[in-house]
């Protein structure tokens, strides 16, 4: 087997769970995001243009062009016309080497992310409240939703470049016996820039991309994220235990620990210990080196599962991901994502801020009607002397977010400030 076959098959391995797009139908079904077959049926709604934007006067950020062979065709997807780029807009079309599809549980890094610009990344030195997020309007909002994507990828790119994936109206391959139309992968244009300050402002001309109703934007942002990465990278990233991305889960696929690696630290390392490991539990010398965390990131990381305790299967989180450079996690609890964060951006550089303290706690579902509001204690008294007495249910002995929590702050004595307990 030649150079160019294996390189070939490596790819395959590392993006055959995110080739087939039909695949990912009930995902994004499941989230909204209906990926119907056959033609459009419901109208496209006009997209309404940002008049007062700051932004509109600024020219199209360029980006490197390769035009795309002028093949139109009738698009059997659900994806509105105003949400397609026009092909003169520039890029690099997709070739069929580089189609790949979709992925799910992004959303909760991007909203960190998200907190992240509009608490720590304000202008001047804009005090970081819970009261300014409040009130946040629109279009600070679509241009936090921006930054917040291009940071990512940014990162991605280790800080030098960056690539956005957006859909056009036109194919830009033809088919042929090793790939699979989907009406979608074919008519990606890639942009790459080399200055940060350019993937936001591009990312925020075209929001409606990501953000609007029958955009995709999920799966635009993965394919963004892939290439940012790049091929080549994220299989130096992985180590012998991973070489996907994502895996199924009860007929559904999710991401693994690589693929959050990549969202939070812009590296898609498998595990989430700090380094590489050479030696396994028992200390003797591994036949491959594991690789781990390597940077502490903005947006940290925190990992409780109740199963995985039982079965004492709980892999444990190192520093760099517990201890991020701002006080914002993702939290993976028992599978489900939220996020926990902090407004106050000492917590982690003084360590007498970490006696008594609020967390703010969102898991984006629709039965959390307000952010809880946690007072963390670290300080006074031990959190299981409280616990004594409670009876029969774990999870009201030791509720799962409290859990995850004392995964940094062990013997922390939680306070839900009224709220009723969940998770």
């Given at each position: 087997?030649?150079?160019d076959e294996n390189a070939s098959?490596?790819?395959?391995?590392?993006?055959?769970?995110?080739?087939?797009?039909?695949?990912?139908?009930?995902?994004?079904?499941?989230?909204?995001?209906?990926?119907?077959?056959?033609?459009?049926?419901?109208?496209?709604?006009?997209?309404?243009?940002?008049?007062?934007?700051?932004?509109?006067?600024?020219?199209?950020?360029?980006?490197?062009?390769?035009?795309?062979?002028?093949?139109?065709?009738?698009?059997?997807?659900?994806?509105?016309?105003?949400?397609?780029?026009?092909?003169?807009?520039?890029?690099?079309?997709?070739?069929?080497?580089?189609?790949?599809?979709?992925?799910?549980?992004?959303?909760?890094?991007?909203?960190?992310?998200?907190?992240?610009?509009?608490?720590?990344?304000?202008?001047?030195?804009?005090?970081?409240t819970m009261q300014s997020l409040?009130?946040?309007?629109?279009?600070?909002?679509?241009?936090?939703?921006?930054?917040?994507?291009?940071?990512?990828?940014?990162?991605?790119?280790?800080?030098?470049?960056?690539?956005?994936?957006?859909?056009?109206?036109?194919?830009?391959?033809?088919?042929?016996?090793?790939?699979?139309?989907?009406?979608?992968?074919?008519?990606?244009?890639?942009?790459?820039?080399?200055?940060?300050?350019?993937?936001?402002?591009?990312?925020?001309?075209?929001?409606?991309?990501?953000?609007?109703?029958?955009?995709?934007?999920?799966?635009?942002?993965?394919?963004?994220?892939?290439?940012?990465?790049?091929?080549?990278?994220?299989?130096?990233?992985?180590?012998?235990?991973?070489?996907?991305?994502?895996?199924?889960?009860?007929?559904?696929?999710?991401?693994?620990?690589?693929?959050?690696?990549?969202?939070?630290?812009?590296?898609?390392?498998?595990?989430?210990?700090?380094?590489?490991?050479?030696?396994?539990?028992?200390?003797?010398?591994?036949?491959?080196?594991?690789?781990?965390?390597?940077?502490?990131?903005?947006?940290?990381?925190l990992l409780w599962n109740r199963?995985?305790?039982?079965?004492?299967?709980?892999?444990?989180?190192?520093?760099?991901?517990?201890?991020?450079?701002?006080?914002?996690?993702?939290?993976?609890?028992?599978?489900?994502?939220?996020?926990?964060?902090?407004?106050?951006?000492?917590?982690?550089?003084?360590?007498?801020?970490?006696?008594?303290?609020?967390?703010?706690?969102?898991?984006?579902?629709?039965?959390?009607?307000?952010?809880?509001?946690?007072?963390?204690?670290?300080?006074?008294?031990?959190?299981?002397?409280?616990?004594?007495?409670?009876?029969?249910?774990?999870?009201?002995?030791?509720?799962?977010?409290?859990?995850?929590?004392?995964?940094?702050?062990?013997?922390?004595?939680?306070?839900?400030?009224?709220?009723?307990?969940?998770?």
């Amino acid at each position: 087997m030649n150079a160019d076959e294996n390189a070939s098959g490596e790819l395959d391995e590392i993006l055959q769970q995110i080739a087939e797009l039909d695949e990912w139908r009930e995902i994004f079904n499941s989230r909204g995001l209906d990926l119907q077959q056959g033609y459009v049926k419901r109208p496209s709604e006009k997209i309404k243009a940002d008049e007062d934007s700051d932004d509109s006067s600024r020219p199209a950020t360029s980006a490197h062009h390769v035009s795309a062979p002028n093949n139109l065709f009738t698009v059997p997807y659900s994806i509105p016309q105003t949400l397609a780029v026009s092909p003169s807009l520039g890029g690099q079309p997709v070739s069929p080497e580089l189609a790949v599809g979709g992925a799910s549980a992004i959303q909760m890094v991007v909203q960190a992310h998200i907190i992240k610009c509009l608490l720590f990344n304000q202008p001047g030195n804009s005090a970081c409240t819970m009261q300014s997020l409040l009130e946040v309007g629109e279009k600070e909002q679509r241009r936090a939703l921006a930054a917040a994507l291009a940071d990512i990828l940014w990162t991605a790119g280790e800080e030098q470049t960056a690539t956005v994936s957006l859909v056009t109206s036109e194919r830009c391959f033809a088919p042929h016996l090793d790939y699979k139309l989907d009406s979608f992968t074919e008519r990606l244009q890639l942009f790459t820039f080399k200055k940060k300050d350019d993937v936001r402002y591009f990312i925020c001309e075209h929001i409606q991309c990501f953000k609007e109703e029958g955009s995709h934007g999920i799966i635009l942002f993965l394919y963004s994220l892939v290439f940012s990465r790049t091929i080549d990278r994220i299989r130096a990233d992985f180590d012998c235990t991973t070489t996907h991305l994502l895996h199924l889960s009860l007929g559904n696929f999710v991401c693994r620990q690589a693929l959050l690696n990549l969202l939070l630290t812009g590296r898609a390392s498998p595990h989430v210990f700090n380094g590489t490991s050479l030696n396994d539990e028992k200390d003797q010398p591994l036949a491959h080196p594991l690789h781990g965390v390597l940077t502490r990131s903005h947006v940290g990381y925190l990992l409780w599962n109740r199963e995985q305790v039982k079965h004492a299967q709980l892999p444990l989180v190192g520093s760099m991901l517990k201890t991020p450079r701002l006080p914002i996690w993702v939290c993976n609890i028992n599978g489900t994502y939220s996020v926990l964060f902090s407004p106050n951006r000492s917590l982690l550089s003084d360590w007498k801020m970490e006696h008594l303290f609020q967390l703010y706690f969102y898991n984006g579902q629709p039965t959390q009607l307000n952010t809880t509001v946690l007072t963390i204690d670290t300080h006074s008294h031990h959190w299981e002397a409280e616990n004594k007495d409670i009876q029969g249910d774990l999870e009201k002995k030791f509720p799962s977010v409290e859990m995850t929590i004392r995964t940094k702050w062990e013997g922390a004595v939680i306070d839900w400030n009224g709220a009723v307990p969940f998770f």
